[in-house]
């Protein structure tokens, strides 16, 4: 079974600094990890998505297979990027729908 | 934003009452989802479909009956509420069932 774990639920840092939300997953085969994002009163956005490797907004994820990780980092935390981080994975399970399964999430603070 | 409406935004009922949250889409995407937001437990899928009249159980399905019968909407059914259920729902869609699109949400309060 898929499982995502993000293991803090409130994470606050001081414009400027470095940001790193973690995000573990356990899943058997090769998935494809996401990142999504919730600013206040709108609505949840993509993020990024690791096979595009790209950086939105200044921030970077890199899949670790090894240590089944896809860490969310930013190198100067700016106020904002205060929002609720979800990690999300995708299994590929050969069905007709391919579903998402969130982590519980990270409320990111940036403090002025 | 992708063309995605949710109704109704706010929603309080009593507990033992039916209750029909209405996801429409005018993107015409295949994928539509219900998920429940709830702190501590982050996104949980209660029901998806792909495809007209074809529907799934996701891993909080109890409670919750989903339709199809059009591309463009999706009907998310408490049959009897109750404060458990208590939450906010989030519709989202998908072309291929990987980049999701979401909905503005719908707070129920189940009293």
């Known amino acids: 079974a898929q499982r995502v774990t993000q293991p803090e639920k409130l994470l606050s840092v001081f414009k400027g600094a470095p940001v790193e939300l973690k995000c573990n997953y356990s899943?058997?085969?090769?998935?494809?990890l996401f990142w999504y994002v919730q600013y206040s009163r709108q609505r949840l956005q993509l993020l990024l998505r690791?096979?595009s490797r790209e950086s939105i907004k200044g921030f970077t994820a890199d899949l670790n297979k090894g240590e089944t990780s896809f860490h969310l980092k930013k190198p100067f935390a700016q106020e904002e990027d205060s929002a609720m981080y979800y990690c999300?994975?995708?299994?590929?399970?050969?069905?007709?729908?391919?579903?998402?399964?969130f982590g519980t999430g990270t409320r990111l603070t940036v403090i002025p | 934003d992708a063309g995605i409406t949710q109704s109704p935004r706010h929603k309080v009922t009593e507990t033992g009452t039916p209750v029909t949250l209405r996801c429409h889409q005018t993107?015409?995407?295949?994928?539509m989802y219900w998920y429940r937001q709830d702190p501590g437990h982050g996104l949980r899928l209660i029901h998806y479909?792909?495809?007209?009249?074809?529907?799934d159980k996701g891993e909080v399905s109890d409670g919750y009956s989903v339709s199809r019968s059009k591309t463009e909407d999706f009907l998310l059914t408490l049959e009897s509420a109750t404060s458990s259920q208590t939450s906010v729902y989030f519709c989202?869609?998908?072309?291929?069932?990987?980049?999701?699109?979401f909905g503005s949400g719908t707070q129920l309060s189940v009293l």
């Open positions: 989202a869609i998908s072309e291929q069932g990987e980049k999701l699109f």
């Open positions: 899943y058997s085969g090769s998935p494809e």
């Open positions: 690791h096979i």
């Open positions: 999300a994975l995708l299994p590929w399970a050969g069905r007709g729908a391919n579903n998402l399964f």
């Open positions: 993107e015409n995407h295949r994928y």
């Open positions: 479909s792909y495809g007209v009249k074809d529907t």
